[in-house]
């Protein structure tokens, strides 16, 4: 049974920051690309970060590039999102999970698994 499992979610500042964590088991983590995606109240979800296999490649959104670094640790099985210099549009909901694909994607659908999600609250 393969689970996702965020933690690091929170009530931050504007201009702080956030470390959020992903937990996988069940799956050959290493084989999966992974991603981070949010969804605020009343908005669609959309792609945060990916990172590649073996944690060579990373990709972001325009919009929190130079302020988000997504990492990964194959030998935990797990992968993270530090999140620096917050803003009140940061605040949504932020799911991890896991693409059976040869490389990054954005797209939502291509992604096999999905953690439960943990909320994230910059106040201005």
């Known amino acids: 049974q393969v689970q996702l499992v965020e933690s690091g979610g929170g009530l931050v500042q504007a201009g702080g920051s956030l470390r959020l964590s992903c937990a996988a088991s069940?799956?050959?983590?290493?084989?999966?690309?992974m991603g981070w995606f949010r969804q605020a109240p009343g908005k669609e979800r959309e792609f945060v970060a990916a990172?590649?296999?073996?944690?060579?490649?990373?990709y972001y959104r325009d919009s929190v590039k130079g302020r988000f670094t997504i990492s990964r640790d194959n030998a935990k099985n797990t992968v993270s999102l530090q999140m620096n210099s917050l803003e009140p549009e940061d605040t949504a909901v932020y799911f991890c999970?896991?693409?059976?694909?040869?490389?990054?994607?954005?797209?939502?659908?291509?992604?096999?698994?999905w953690g439960q999600g943990t909320q994230v609250t910059v106040s201005s």
């Open positions: 990172i590649t296999k073996n944690g060579g490649t990373t």
């Open positions: 069940g799956v050959t983590f290493s084989s999966h690309i």
């Open positions: 999970a896991a693409a059976r694909v040869l490389g990054i994607t954005t797209v939502g659908s291509d992604y096999n698994y």
